[in-house]
């Protein structure tokens, strides 16, 4: 009895992935749980397992081919070893067709998630779509006297009237002729571009003020803002770089291409600012030197990093707008109630950022155990998807490689993201003496479309000085 074994759901918006490496051939006995391939997706670099226990009889994929959830794999017959499958568990799912279903709802839920905000700013201005058409037989009584006023005002030329394609829904033309607004009403909408035959009047018979008229106008902001992104630069043509001398081409890896598109992304629809400061971490050096050998014993490294968590996680809870997001579509700040941060690991297939789940609960002792073990999984290339969802604010530390100071970019949805360079001993006046001191650079770049230079600064102000005075942490933190 053959067994097809099939791509499982690989995580959230992650529906295929390339083959980098095919761990079974044709004829090998394999237990449920067994990895059998290697897979590059566009986050992670994950190992496949068997669903099934059995003999190989046949492989679909090849090595470099790009494959979809729910594509076979590899077909399993009935082998020796079947007896002994289920003591492997997956790592991912349990049965293909099962991940699948779940795909299925999750897809559901996330259209509704999507057409909500699309519908809610039509909701201000169209509180009453279908329960004032019974009104409307009333509207054409009340409206035939003011025709001789409609006809005082002319209707806006089409190529004047701005509006969202997906917002404007067609009238019938007897529609048009039974609008109930006053003058002042149509020359309001006149001045701000708007169509009047598009706006639902709130008012008694569809009756049209002038909030309707103003809230119609708010929603089209609120849609062209969700609509129309910053404009993406097209990339020029390439020369070609062959006329001058030899050159080598390589695809880009999917780890890679997302990386582009997200920060290209980032870059075009966040505006960025770098707020830069300095903090004398002389003290917190020697502490951290002497506890050193105390987080060696618990299998971690007490680096700044992991000591910036803790500051940062105590920091979010004082600046509650450095951990959110905003939510242009409705024109609302989302703020996270839980304390996710994001680390920046260098890896040889690019930039990963594993995610320290609530790292406001943590002590610094089990931030860095945890951040260890993190790093390794990310370079090791054991790291799951899931582990690098749900970030509300990012760390980057290029201190280990070298650097005076950077300016990071924020990691949308996020606002905010930290930057920590090399620290480096400077000549600095301390009570009126030239004392050398241990200063680290710090950069935070953020969103400006939530928050300002003053809070960045405070932000940062206390982030520095936390790490200048231990103490603090435990005062405020």
């Not at 299925?104 to 839920?109: D, R, S």
């Not at 037989?137 to 190529?159: H, I, M, S, V």
């Not at 917002?167 to 001045?191: G, K, T």
């Not at 003053?454 to 231990?470: G, H, K, M, N, S």
Request: glycine share 6%; proline share 6%; aromatic share 4%.
């Amino acid at each position: 009895m053959a067994t097809e074994i099939k791509l499982p759901m690989l995580g959230e918006n992650v529906d295929s992935g390339v083959v980098i490496n095919v761990l079974v051939s044709e004829g090998d006995e394999v237990a449920e749980g067994q990895p059998v391939i290697e897979l590059e997706t566009e986050k992670a670099t994950i190992e496949v397992p068997a669903s099934a226990s059995g003999r190989v009889k046949e492989i679909s994929v090849k090595e470099g081919a790009t494959i979809k959830v729910g594509q076979v794999i590899l077909t399993l017959e009935e082998g020796a070893r079947a007896a002994k499958a289920e003591e492997k568990k997956p790592r991912i799912a349990a049965k293909p067709e099962e991940g699948m279903r779940e795909a299925a709802e999750a897809q559901k839920e996330e259209i509704k998630a999507v057409a909500a905000p699309s519908r809610a700013p039509r909701a201000e201005t169209r509180a009453k779509p279908r329960a004032e058409e019974p009104k409307r037989e009333e509207a054409k009584k009340e409206a035939a006297p003011r025709r001789e006023e409609k006809a005082e005002e002319e209707e806006p030329p089409r190529d004047e009237v701005i509006k969202p394609r997906s917002e404007v829904q067609p009238r019938r033309e007897e529609a048009r002729e039974l609008i109930a607004a006053s003058p002042s009403v149509r020359r309001l909408a006149r001045e701000l571009g708007i169509d009047i035959n598009e706006v639902v009047g709130s008012e008694p018979g569809g009756r049209i003020s002038e909030d309707d008229v103003r809230n119609y106008a708010r929603s089209i902001i609120l849609n062209v803002t969700r609509m129309r992104p910053a404009a993406a630069v097209l990339p020029r043509p390439l020369p070609d770089f062959s006329k001058w001398g030899a050159i080598e081409r390589k695809p880009m890896s999917g780890i890679r291409l997302k990386t582009a598109a997200a920060l290209s992304e980032a870059w075009q629809t966040v505006p960025h600012v770098t707020h830069f400061d300095q903090a004398d971490i002389t003290e917190l050096e020697e502490l951290r030197q002497r506890f050193g050998k105390k987080a060696e014993e618990a299998g971690a490294k007490l680096t700044i990093t992991a000591i910036a968590l803790k500051v940062v996680a105590s920091a979010l809870k004082i600046f509650p707008q450095f951990n959110a997001s905003v939510d242009a579509s409705r024109g609302e700040i989302v703020y996270k109630k839980y304390c996710n941060i994001g680390v920046a690991v260098d890896t040889d297939r690019g930039l990963l950022v594993p995610v320290i789940r609530d790292a406001d609960r943590k002590n610094i002792l089990e931030l860095a155990v945890e951040l260890t073990e993190m790093s390794v999984k990310a370079r090791d290339k054991k790291i799951t998807i899931e582990e690098m969802q749900g970030g509300s604010f990012t760390i980057t530390n290029l201190g280990g490689i070298g650097g005076v100071n950077f300016s990071p970019i924020v990691n949308s949805p996020e606002v905010a993201i930290l930057g920590v360079a090399r620290a480096a001993r400077q000549p600095v006046f301390v009570d009126g003496q030239i004392a050398p001191r241990l200063m680290l650079p710090l950069a935070l770049s953020y969103d400006h479309r939530l928050i300002d230079g003053a809070d960045a600064a405070r932000f940062l102000r206390w982030v520095a000085e936390a790490l200048q005075q231990p103490l603090l942490l435990a005062l405020e933190g």
